[in-house]
């Protein structure tokens, strides 16, 4: 029998220390998933545009029903340090907003990408699911960061979010990537379509869903 070559590694380097999170339970996080899944703010299956802004966007929402969350992010091995390695659809990076579960074993980190995810999965399971070929680095943020720098990555260099990229996410969530050329151009002529997708995103931070599994015994 052929061992199966492990296509992704985590990358402690860059990963935060995010030990001070309180956990949720499995269905807790489960929920959440089916929850994000059916939500029509988010352009889930836009999969290949803005991937940062619906990780920023539910991040955000999470803080706002005090909520713990990260982000997960995986890189293809030559877009983070010029070795081997590619990810799906030829990206160079995907990111995901992700909640720590308070399992038998300790926490364990799992993804909520309902573009690339039909279920909850874990951050090493999501990155594996992504990676095209080995190898790819996967690792955990604080939810607060929107991206990492151009040039070198170093664990505590990368950009939080401030108001520019507020507005970028606002306009990744109305389909809107306001960081390209056409999409700078496509933001002139729909700033209605981005002030009512604002005014939903709004109504979703002030107002937390129903969640029946979080109704007793939220935190581990």
């Not at 929402?61 to 293809?76: E, G, M, T, Y």
């Not at 991206?147 to 939080?160: A, E, M, Q, S, V």
């Not at 108001?163 to 109305?174: A, D, E, H, P, V």
């Amino acid at each position: 029998m052929i061992e199966e070559l492990q296509k992704t590694f985590f990358d402690y380097s860059l990963t935060d220390d995010l030990s001070y999170l309180p956990a949720v339970t499995k269905e807790q996080a489960e929920e959440l998933f089916q929850f994000f899944s059916d939500c029509t703010l988010f352009r889930w299956k836009d999969v290949n545009n803005d991937c940062e802004d619906r990780a920023n966007a539910l991040c955000m929402l999470l803080d706002s029903w005090h909520l713990p969350n990260c982000k997960a992010w995986v890189f293809s091995g030559f877009f983070l340090n010029k070795g081997w390695g590619s990810l799906s659809n030829f990206w160079n990076y995907h990111v995901a907003a992700a909640i720590p579960v308070m399992e038998e074993s300790g926490v364990v980190y799992y993804v909520l990408d309902p573009a690339t995810l039909n279920r909850l999965h874990t951050v090493f399971h999501w990155a594996d699911g992504i990676t095209a070929e080995a190898y790819s680095y996967h690792l955990i943020k604080h939810g607060n960061y929107y991206i990492f720098p151009p040039g070198k990555i170093y664990k505590d260099n990368w950009f939080r979010r401030n108001r520019q990229n507020y507005k970028w996410t606002i306009q990744g969530l109305s389909g809107i990537n306001g960081v390209s050329k056409t999409g700078k151009a496509q933001v002139c002529f729909n700033k209605n379509r981005i002030l009512k997708t604002e005014k939903v995103f709004n109504d979703f931070k002030r107002n937390k869903p129903f969640l029946p599994s979080f109704q007793i015994n939220v935190f581990q």
